[in-house]
């Protein structure tokens, strides 16, 4: 290296330092680890901002769906109140309203003579199977 040197350079320069025309390791190396650490970053930044999303999906909240839909809307807006609004939702429990109202319901019905709807929250009756002629089979 010392027969490419310019006369006006040190006569000591760094080990970093590359002769013309060579490849700069130091270069390579710094942007390997620059890439590394910037897909490192992105991958924590992309799992704090869906927790509370996965928090929901765990306990099997009603309110998935409205914190899911707040978490894609603080990623995209980049407005930290809907997240911070999400996380609050997947923490909380909210009252479940539609089965007394439904039970209520069938309830009102009964009393007024007419057949209760069926509950849609409950699988279907099965039925016995049908014969050939339509008589139903009892086992």
Not at 6 to 14: F, G, M, N, S, V
Not at 55 to 68: N, R, Y
């Amino acid at each position: 290296m010392s027969d490419s040197l310019h006369p006006a350079a040190p006569h000591h320069l760094p080990g970093f330092i590359t002769a013309p025309g060579d490849t700069d390791i130091l270069m390579v190396v710094v942007g390997i680890i620059l890439l590394a650490a910037i897909l490192f970053v992105g991958n924590i930044y992309l799992k704090i901002h869906s927790l509370p999303e996965r928090m929901a999906h765990k306990s099997q909240k009603l309110q998935f769906e409205i914190v899911a839909v707040l978490c894609l809307l603080a990623l995209f807006t980049h407005n930290h109140l809907f997240w911070v609004i999400a996380l609050l939702l997947a923490l909380v429990d909210l009252p479940d309203f539609s089965t007394p109202l439904r039970s209520i319901a069938g309830s009102v019905q009964k009393m007024a003579g007419v057949k209760p709807d069926a509950d849609p929250s409950e699988p279907p009756a099965e039925t016995p199977p049908v014969n050939k002629n339509g008589d139903q089979r009892h086992a």
